[in-house]
């Protein structure tokens, strides 16, 4: 697994919305596979911030985080009725292979990054499938977010894509974070 995973007792943090300065529903919107038929999987779904930001444009979307507080404190909120949380870590998932159709993944990649999540990953999408992860980058200038040597930046995540067996499709550095979108 990566760094050091997110301290629950900062999940206020989360709900604050500036973060769309970092990443917003449009971008997601705009690499993932959308319509009423798309099964999409958010790896480290956290509180659900971008769950409900996604939600309403596909067909179902299952939060997988591997904090059962995290899905606790989404609970509260509501979750919407085409959205599943399930407690499991990236690296064991519990879906048959080819289950989804893409998958989004927001400032979790320096948490949950492994050669044995990203197999699972390719493992549970369907050919053709995109892949998307905005993330916290080492090439960023740390004014927020993890400290930055806890980070990964572009080229190096996308290495870790492609060992995966994913086609990179966009791996672009930002002020802050990266983009990047593969495709199975
Ligand atoms: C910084 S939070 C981001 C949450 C959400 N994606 C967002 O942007 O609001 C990272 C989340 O990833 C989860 N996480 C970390 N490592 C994980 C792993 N290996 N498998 C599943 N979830 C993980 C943490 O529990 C936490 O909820």
New binding site residues.
Partial sequence: ??FH??D?AKIDR??DPS?FRF?SREELLGALPTGPATRIL??????????DEVAPFVGQVCG????PA?HGRYAERGVPANVALVT????VLPFPDGTFDGSF????FH??A?ES?LDELARVIDGGGRVVFVDWSRAGRGESGPPVEERYDAESAAAMLSDAGFDIVTARERSETFKLVGER
């Fill in positions: 697994m990566g995973t997110f629950p989360l709900e973060r990443c958010e790896v480290g779904s956290g509180s659900g911030f971008y769950t997988v985080d591997l904090q995290m499991a870590g990236a690296d993944s927001t400032m979790t948490e949950s492994s999540s």
